[in-house]
């Protein structure tokens, strides 16, 4: 049994383990009731059908060896109001099972009947996971680590089983199989990852969502007692593979060697703990218009993961041109949704994890994109903000759906979160400017403690971003809010349109250079059929000042008009520098349609010391009008004022370094910007 691009993504980049043996009475009971049938001859069949799974509490007999998950039932609620909400699909065309409704047996019978037996050829089908994945020993001697990836459903440990009655390759692809023969329209998502070993995640970074690799294969003969009879086992690698291409669109938590993350969204109501796939997903859906595609939609939210979570990457395959649900989605203005509290407040639907900031002004719309007035974000969270009308404004009913669109940002950026137990430090803190006390660790938050005389600042996950005397800590808060502030420029959104992408280096271009190495071999990260968002892969030496190994990128103007274009790189070792335009160069323009190749030298930082690879981000960068960035870049105090610089530009390049009020304007429409990731590895 080999693992097939379909299902390596169902369940190997998704991490997915399902139980397959005889469940309890109870949860058989549970499974099999009110059974749907399917449509008779000449009866309308849905247009738009969802089976959701949420396993957040396994039982407790196994649940001491599992990581302890907190964020599945709040995904599939989420992911639920925006299907309705948002996309059309009607409440009770989506099937849901929650913790033990979500036995093997009962995933199997819902994946037939409730999908497979109703969908017609114009039948919209999703399908959603959330829960632990693992893996199991590989059967077909395919796999080089001897093992293959599956999904746990929520009785696939009990009564000592150690992977046998897991979820794996070989069900799946039957399942998929068997519903591509109703329809090509089908959306898969999997929110799990899948290791070797078992992860135990505390609530304040969050929680893997994988658990100890099963020690048994997958034993078929424990799901006979219930697999559809009219569905045939398939062997996954076998010649019906071919059947499934571009049938279906699959995207999935993190590739074979990461770890898919929960993170923490302050609300209205407390923190609460979502999946990072499954919360930014929803989001860009909910945000979606009716010309986007899987693949734009699906990026926005990959990009948003790989910006707070920098160890995991969203993957995808499958027809990723494919129109969005069949373009079936309702026209909505741009921007974030909100309502009306009262006469004074408004409540957003966003948060700081949004772009949103505190003393941001928006511009209110309502349904029909009519300008009621403007706001200004007072309280400002995680996942949801609220403001308060400026000046005059048309009168709003409560609960009126509105829209806001950020119209002016303050100039300076919002202080660093540290936390830390040390009282000396948290007065220090409290009378720092760029620092700010957080009240709990988190994983996109910081950390500062002291070692012997000088003081160490961690991120969230553990990786040392400066270590120093006291008195520079103000000087590496700035940097490290910059540092975030251009990472985190990737989920900008201008209307100037340009793509990148790494390109082989030929012989010729080897012959122009003399400070190289040789070639880097970048590749995109993919496997299988199954792919990265933008993202690329390479091995190389520990860098030196004197070579390299040459790596060439490819822009393209996909704007209407001549553009400026600079390349930044960002570094998760904090090395930031403009890679494109040369110093003093001002040949930077790129005609509307054309493409310019650009040639860099790539070596391995000596000092990265996680073991997994480091993640450089590249900014392609377009604006209308040539600017300088090097003075931002580096430490000069001459920042002409008169650079002209779009407000967003602005403030990631020098909010940092900008002090007191004032705010400047957002101009989508002055730039625009596509990232590039390159995961750098060390070459052994």
């Keep these: 049994m080999k693992t097939t691009a379909l299902t390596s993504l169902l369940i190997a980049a998704a991490g997915i383990a399902p139980a397959f043996g005889s469940s309890t009475q109870a949860t058989r009971e549970a499974a099999q009731t009110v059974r749907p049938t399917a449509p008779g001859e000449g009866q309308e069949q849905p247009k738009k059908i969802a089976l959701l799974i949420a396993i957040q509490n396994y039982p407790d007999k196994v649940n001491d060896k599992f990581g302890k998950l907190q964020g599945p039932l709040n995904d599939i609620n989420l992911v639920k109001k925006t299907l309705i909400d948002n996309l059309g699909f009607p409440e009770e065309e989506i099937r849901v099972l929650r913790d033990a409704e979500a036995t093997h047996e009962a995933i199997v019978r819902e994946f037939d009947e409730w999908l497979i037996q109703r969908a017609g050829p114009d039948t919209e089908v999703l399908f959603w996971f959330c829960g632990h994945g693992s893996r199991v020993p590989d059967r077909s001697g395919r796999e080089q680590d001897g093992l293959e990836s599956s999904f746990l459903a929520y009785d696939s440990r009990l009564d000592g089983r150690d992977g046998s009655y897991d979820i794996v390759d070989d069900e799946l692809h039957s399942l998929l199989h068997a519903l591509t023969k109703k329809t090509e329209r089908i959306t898969l998502v999997t929110d799990a990852c899948h290791s070797g070993s078992s992860f135990r995640g505390g609530i304040q970074a969050g929680a893997f969502r994988g658990v100890e690799a099963g020690q048994v294969e997958w034993e078929p003969k424990l799901i006979q007692s219930f697999w559809p009879a009219a569905l045939e086992l398939l062997d996954d690698d076998d010649d019906s593979r071919s059947d499934l291409q571009g049938k279906y669109f699959h995207v999935s938590a993190c590739s074979n060697s990461q770890r898919a993350w929960e993170i923490q969204v302050p609300g209205e109501n407390g923190v609460q703990h979502f999946g990072g796939l499954s919360y930014f997903l929803a989001h860009a859906l909910r945000d979606a218009k009716p010309s986007d595609t899987y693949y734009t939609v699906s990026r926005r939210a990959a990009v948003a993961v790989s910006s707070y979570i920098k160890n995991q990457s969203v993957w995808y395959e499958g027809a990723k041109d494919r129109q969005l649900f069949g373009g079936e989605i309702k026209a909505r203005p741009d921007g974030f949704q909100a309502r009306a509290i009262d006469d004074r407040r408004l409540s957003i639907e966003a948060g700081s994890l949004h772009g949103l900031v505190n003393g941001a002004r928006l511009e209110v719309v309502n349904s029909e994109n009519q300008v009621l007035g403007q706001a200004i974000i007072s309280i400002l969270l995680g996942g949801v903000a609220r403001a308060n009308w400026e000046g005059e404004h048309q009168p709003v009913a409560r609960q009126t759906p509105l829209w806001v669109r950020v119209a002016e940002l303050p100039a300076q950026l919002s202080p660093l979160p540290v936390f830390t137990?040390?009282?000396?430090?948290?007065?220090?803190?409290?009378?720092?400017?760029?620092?700010?006390?957080?009240?709990?660790?988190?994983?996109?938050?910081?950390?500062?403690?002291?070692?012997?005389?000088?003081?160490?600042?961690?991120?969230?996950?553990?990786?040392?971003?400066?270590?120093?005397?006291?008195?520079?800590?103000?000087?590496?808060?700035?940097?490290?809010?910059?540092?975030?502030?251009?990472?985190?420029?990737?989920?900008?959104?201008?209307?100037?349109?340009?793509?990148?992408?790494?390109?082989?280096?030929?012989?010729?271009?080897?012959?122009?250079?003399?400070?190289?190495?040789?070639?880097?071999?970048?590749?995109?990260?993919?496997?299988?059929?199954?792919?990265?968002?933008?993202?690329?892969?390479?091995?190389?030496?520990?860098?030196?000042?004197?070579?390299?190994?040459?790596?060439?990128?490819?822009?393209?103007?996909?704007?209407?008009?001549?553009?400026?274009?600079?390349?930044?790189?960002?570094?998760?070792?904090?090395?930031?520098?403009?890679?494109?335009?040369?110093?003093?160069?001002?040949?930077?323009?790129?005609?509307?349609?054309?493409?310019?190749?650009?040639?860099?030298?790539?070596?391995?930082?000596?000092?990265?010391?996680?073991?997994?690879?480091?993640?450089?981000?590249?900014?392609?960068?377009?604006?209308?009008?040539?600017?300088?960035?090097?003075?931002?870049?580096?430490?000069?105090?001459?920042?002409?004022?008169?650079?002209?610089?779009?407000?967003?530009?602005?403030?990631?390049?020098?909010?940092?370094?900008?002090?007191?009020?004032?705010?400047?304007?957002?101009?989508?429409?002055?730039?625009?910007?596509?990232?590039?990731?390159?995961?750098?590895?060390?070459?052994?």
Aim: aromatic letters at 6%; hydrophobic letters at 40%; charged letters at 25%.
């Design 421 to 684: 137990r040390d009282p000396d430090l948290l007065a220090t803190i409290e009378a720092s400017t760029w620092i700010s006390s957080a009240a709990e660790a988190s994983f996109d938050g910081y950390r500062i403690s002291r070692q012997g005389k000088e003081l160490q600042l961690q991120s969230g996950e553990g990786l040392t971003v400066w270590k120093g005397k006291p008195e520079e800590l103000e000087s590496a808060a700035q940097t490290e809010l910059q540092f975030r502030a251009l990472w985190e420029l990737a989920t900008a959104d201008g209307s100037l349109q340009v793509d990148a992408e790494f390109t082989p280096v030929t012989s010729a271009d080897l012959q122009r250079f003399t400070n190289t190495t040789g070639a880097a071999e970048v590749k995109p990260h993919a496997a299988r059929g199954s792919a990265a968002f933008s993202e690329y892969e390479v091995e190389v030496e520990n860098f030196t000042d004197i070579s390299g190994r040459l790596a060439k990128m490819e822009v393209a103007n996909l704007s209407t008009r001549s553009v400026h274009v600079t390349v930044l790189v960002v570094g998760e070792n904090r090395q930031v520098d403009v890679m494109w335009p040369p110093e003093g160069q001002r040949d930077n323009v790129i005609a509307k349609g054309q493409s310019r190749a650009i040639d860099m030298l790539l070596g391995m930082d000596p000092d990265w010391a996680l073991e997994r690879p480091m993640r450089e981000r590249y900014l392609v960068i377009a604006t209308r009008r040539y600017v300088d960035f090097s003075p931002f870049i580096t430490e000069s105090a001459t920042r002409a004022e008169s650079v002209e610089l779009p407000g967003v530009l602005r403030i990631a390049l020098d909010g940092s370094r900008t002090r007191g009020g004032g705010s400047v304007p957002v101009d989508p429409g002055s730039w625009g910007i596509k990232a590039v990731d390159l995961l750098v590895r060390r070459r052994r």
